[in-house]
């Protein structure tokens, strides 16, 4: 059984930094790309970032960029999304994904709510 | 960048048919995936590719695509199917972003 399961969420101050985990299980880690996804409260779904499985490329949405980094550790079964520079809207759920066919989301985790509030 | 536009919300009678669409430019290109979101739960794929669905997928789910719109039909709605529903697609710039639509929320009357 696939499961995706993120942490690190977590209420932290404009200006500060916050590192997200996801821990992959139930499929083979290294042969996907992986993704972040984030809704902000009431709101619809957004694409953060991808990454192809040797963590070789890395693609983010506009603005998060410079300021997000996702990166993954294959031996570990684990991808990690490291906020710097948190922004109140940066509030959101974020999800790991498994991606396939380019755009196709079909395995998703529970979220980890991350506030950026003061 | 490209956008996906959506219909806010949509009704349906309990056992009829309803068509949730979703519109851009990329679409004419590549094909929608769509995701059912149910309040506190994570979205969940339902339709991907010219019309396939994951296991455990009912199949009164289905998808279609012509020019720049995709369709998700639900054939016989039910109450269960009362959700949130997006799109998404990769982005028709030619790199490796993806959009999501704004989504739909769907009420099964």
């Known amino acids: 059984e696939v499961q995706l399961v993120e942490s690190g969420g977590g209420l932290v101050q404009p200006g500060g930094s916050l590192r997200l985990s996801c821990a992959a299980s139930?499929?083979?880690?290294?042969?996907?790309?992986m993704s972040w996804v984030r809704q902000a409260p009431g709101k619809g779904l957004e694409w953060v970032a991808n990454?192809?499985?040797?963590?070789?490329?890395?693609y983010y949405v506009d603005s998060v960029k410079g300021r997000f980094t996702i990166s993954r550790d294959n031996a570990k079964n684990s991808l990690y999304l490291q906020m710097n520079s948190l922004r109140a809207e940066d509030t959101a759920v974020y999800y790991c994904?498994?991606?396939?066919?380019?755009?196709?989301?079909?395995?998703w985790g529970q979220g980890t709510l991350v506030t950026v509030s003061s | 960048s490209s956008e996906l536009t959506q219909d806010p919300a949509v009704s349906v009678a309990l056992g009829q048919t309803v068509r949730i669409t979703c519109q851009g430019d990329?679409?004419?290109?590549?094909?929608a995936s769509w995701y059912q979101q149910k309040p506190g739960q994570a979205p969940v794929l339902v339709i991907y590719?010219?019309?396939n669905r994951p296991s455990g997928i009912p199949d009164r789910f289905s998808g279609s695509s012509s020019g720049n719109t995709a369709s998700l039909t639900i054939t016989g709605a039910q109450a269960e199917d009362e959700a949130d529903y997006y799109c998404?697609?990769?982005?028709?710039?030619?790199?490796?972003?993806?959009?999501f639509g704004g989504g739909t929320k769907l009420t099964v009357l």
């Open positions: 990329s679409l004419r290109s590549y094909y």
């Open positions: 139930g499929f083979t880690f290294s042969s996907y790309w």
């Open positions: 998404n697609s990769r982005d028709s710039s030619g790199n490796h972003n993806v959009v």
């Open positions: 590719g010219k019309n």
């Open positions: 990454i192809k499985q040797d963590g070789s490329e890395k």
């Open positions: 994904a498994r991606l396939v066919l380019f755009n196709t989301f079909d395995y």
